[in-house]
């Protein structure tokens, strides 16, 4: 017997090579061979046609092994997560090949696989589009639906999302229908939780002839499920756009002629799996098993960037009039102020670190700006215009009601956690008494805010009245960000009761959401649809619960959470279209993070993080799979800076000034086809991503006793040996300049948390254009007389560029 049979045995499933004929849109025949067949004929075709197949299968065993664990004593007492010592997940990687006789109408070919052991208890994933089936109840609302236009209130609102692709949690047909470029990776997967089973399959994004689809369809009774990747993409009849899955579908199949040949790739992994934790470690292990590790490519350095945005926020992000950084650049009342969320209040954290005296000050009077708004309940309201403060609900109905007071949760979350930061970086300092007491007293308004949710309620819920605190909508993870927060102000604060909080929290929403897969209300206008925001917030609240409390099992949860993250992630590059933007500009996506199910489009980074979470991960696991993800995202977030020598033109024509960027990476074409590879042109959040990436993530890490030595800047390095000491040569590829963030450490040093804004002690190094340099180290740091620009000691800044 065959592996693949052994695999296939395994799930109960049967694997065939199919083939579809299309009219237009509409199938109108297929056929199905099992593969054990191949070599054999498949014909298919009307009275008269002659067209069949002939098709070929090769077969080869693969192993994918986990992520390799650094360093010796560095994490002595941690408890590793459940299960992640299991031994390498074994499948297929299957090379088919179709060779078409004859000629024929427009067709497709396909990879199939048929489960005959199912139940709408198992999970299903397509990685950055479908958790969990997406079984939610749907509703019918145009962008940008909220929840104020629905008549279900309170805070055990029903879970609603919008119309998307979505298995279908009541009777009926159920089935979705998505292009490769809807996923992070081309790849679906599920679990059995009656059985303990897991399976996972990956193909290409695309073959020669376009654009490959994903399909699963199941039975009206549930009891049977059919996935098939086809080639070329054929979603029949209806696509999803923004909103909704009834835009009618262009997919057509291709016509061949005598001697066309289709080849696809496959990979199939069959295993036994614990829970839906175990499915998510399997996907993080084998996501790149065909493409095999993205390619990272010198561009821009993080400090050259840096500079770009710092000027281009004092020159057209500063609002002298109220004073503060607004979160864009047009006249328009999003684009103004809205706090945390799309980075109001978290770019300021990035000047204020690494700003020069100017940036320092505006951040220190952002904060002022912020707190001046908040409500006796401790709140914000989450958006402010030209002199006047709005609320966050989005319908125009004069009649709804309380219009100013709908808030998004998440936005006073990530409020609390970035002005603890804010604190963080001038206490770090070394000058007693320089966080203003407003600040400390707004500070501890907001997390009495949060406790007081937390007491009545149980959660934080996704929308409350920002006056008064009364939880409007239930549910969701979209306070996650609260956790981290209230375990920051335990600390800073020394008030036992938000620990107490943030730990019981912490329990709830892993057992709630990270237990069961599926995070749902980080952004503000997809209802609670699926979302990679809560999923890397609850991430990061982990981290912090596990730095502050020192406790192991939060370092687990942080483990779970991270695998569930990186689904979110572009495991590869995708080929974008020759004459789009990004065809031209030789983008590439590995790194980026899809945003959610509804909004089908990638994006440049973390919405609204700097990944240091991760890096977190990494010292407390010695992982490299975290690094890993964290040097894709941070690596690559710089290409879409829009800057004077290589502008990013938007999808109006026009080219977006330096310091630009779009949120819009575009794989999938929810907004068009001509909209795929182009750009937003507007001033986005995912500035404040990488402003806080250059300010929170190291440029380069090594620790010199393990060897080990990794870069997530634009600068090459490798430890080498020098008149008997240890260098640290680093090589600047680029045309730019580079200052280099370097932290470096023994091994056992990283067992020890970081904390709050630990960027601020690290070294930085300069090195030219094209230039090598190399820096001594003693003791796993720089050794005195290295040239390097140690962090500054004033509070306000850190001086002019030129003084690096």
Aim: hydrophobic share 40%; glycine share 10%.
């Amino acid at each position: 017997m065959s592996q693949l049979n052994k695999l296939l045995g395994l799930v109960q499933a049967r694997m065939s090579l199919a083939v579809t004929r299309f009219d237009g849109s509409r199938p109108i025949g297929e056929m199905d061979m099992d593969w054990n067949e191949a070599n054999e004929c498949m014909r298919i075709g009307s009275e008269g046609e002659q067209s069949r197949w002939e098709a070929w299968v090769k077969e080869e065993m693969i192993a994918v092994k986990r992520a390799p664990i650094i360093g010796t004593d560095a994490h002595e007492g941690i408890e590793p997560s459940a299960g992640y010592e299991e031994a390498p997940i074994e499948g297929v990687s299957l090379a088919i090949e179709w060779v078409h006789r004859g000629t024929s109408g427009p067709s497709s070919v396909g990879v199939r696989f048929a489960f005959g052991a199912w139940s709408n208890r198992h999970y299903v994933l397509v990685p950055g589009a479908v958790y969990d089936g997406n079984r939610f109840e749907a509703q019918a609302l145009s962008y940008a639906p909220c929840w104020s236009r629905l008549a279900e209130r309170g805070p055990h609102t029903p879970a609603f999302i919008t119309d998307i692709p979505r298995l279908n949690p009541s009777e009926g047909p159920s089935a979705i229908h998505l292009l490769t470029g809807d996923a992070s990776t081309p790849a679906l997967g599920w679990h059995d939780p009656a059985r303990k089973l897991g399976f996972l399959v990956l193909t290409d994004q695309r073959t020669e002839w376009g654009e490959t689809s994903i399909h699963i369809e199941e039975s009206d009774d549930r009891e049977r499920c059919v996935s098939e990747f086809r080639a070329p993409g054929g979603r029949p009849l209806r696509k999803y756009e923004m909103c909704t899955t009834e835009a009618p579908s262009s997919d057509s199949g291709a016509s061949f002629v005598d001697g066309s040949i289709v080849r696809m790739r496959v990979n199939v992994f069959a295993f036994p799996c614990e829970n839906v934790t175990g499915l998510f470690r399997a996907f993080a292990e084998a996501r790149m098993s065909l493409t095999g590790p993205p390619t990272l490519v010198p561009g821009l350095p993080f400090s050259a960037a840096w500079d770009i945005q710092q000027s281009k926020y004092n020159a057209m992000n500063w609002r002298e009039t109220y004073g503060y950084y607004a979160v864009g650049t047009v006249d328009q009342k999003h684009q103004d102020w809205q706090i945390g969320w799309v980075g109001g209040g978290m770019s300021s954290l990035a000047l204020l670190a690494d700003g020069d005296d100017l940036s320092a000050e505006r951040a220190a009077r952002t904060v002022d700006f912020m707190l001046s708004g908040q409500t006796e309940a401790g709140f914000f309201p989450g958006v402010f215009y030209n002199g006047r403060w709005y609320g966050d609900e989005f319908n125009d109905d004069p009649a709804r009601d309380c219009p100013e007071q709908w808030h998004i949760v998440r936005k006073s979350a990530d409020a609390l956690y970035f002005l603890l930061k804010h604190a963080a970086i001038i206490e770090r300092r070394g000058i007693p008494d320089q966080v203003p007491a407003s600040w400390r007293a707004g500070i501890r308004r907001l997390a009495d805010g949060f406790l007081a949710l937390w007491e009545r309620y149980g959660q934080f819920g996704q929308w409350i009245r920002a006056d008064t605190g009364e939880m409007l909508v239930g549910g969701s993870a979209g306070g996650a960000m609260a956790i981290g927060g209230l375990a920051l102000a335990a600390q800073w604060l020394d008030d036992d009761r938000y620990r107490r909080a943030a730990q019981a929290a912490g329990d709830y929403y892993y057992a709630h959401f990270t237990a069961k897969g599926v995070t749902t209300g980080g952004p503000g206008e997809i209802l609670q649809c699926p979302d990679s925001e809560s999923a890397f917030a609850l991430l990061e609240s982990f981290v912090v619960l596990y730095e502050t409390t020192g406790e192991p099992r939060w370092l687990a949860k942080a483990e779970e959470a991270a695998l569930q993250a990186i689904s979110w992630c572009v495991s590869y590059d995708f080929a974008f279209p020759p004459d789009s933007t990004f065809g031209r500009l030789g983008m590439r996506t590995a790194g980026s993070v899809i945003a959610n199910a509804q909004n089908k489009h990638s994006a440049p980074g973390i919405c609204t993080l700097s990944g240091d979470a991760l890096f977190k991960l990494f010292r407390a696991t010695g992982k490299t799979l975290y690094l890993a993800q964290l040097r894709d995202t941070a690596h690559n977030l710089t290409q879409y800076l829009s800057r004077a020598d290589r502008p990013v033109r938007g999808w109006d024509g026009v080219e977006m000034p330096p310091g630009y960027m779009s949120e819009r990476v575009n794989m999938s074409d929810w907004e068009g086809q001509e909209l795929v590879g182009e750009a937003l042109p507007l001033s986005c959040w995912c500035e404040a991503s990488l402003m806080l990436a250059h300010a929170e993530v190291p440029g380069v890490y090594v620790q010199p006793d393990t060897r080990f030595v990794w870069s997530a800047d634009h600068v090459d390095c490798e430890l080498a040996e020098s008149e008997r000491e240890t260098v640290l040569r680093l090589h600047n590829q680029t045309a730019f300049q580079a200052v280099v963030k370097l932290l470096a450490e023994s091994g056992r040093d990283a067992a020890t948390p970081l904390g709050a804004f630990a960027a601020d002690d690290w070294a930085r190094i300069a090195i030219g254009a094209g230039e090598t340099r190399e820096v001594p180290l003693t003791g796993g740091m720089p050794a005195a007389g290295a040239t390097f620009v140690a962090g500054a000691a004033n509070p306000v800044g850190r001086g002019d560029a030129d003084d690096r």
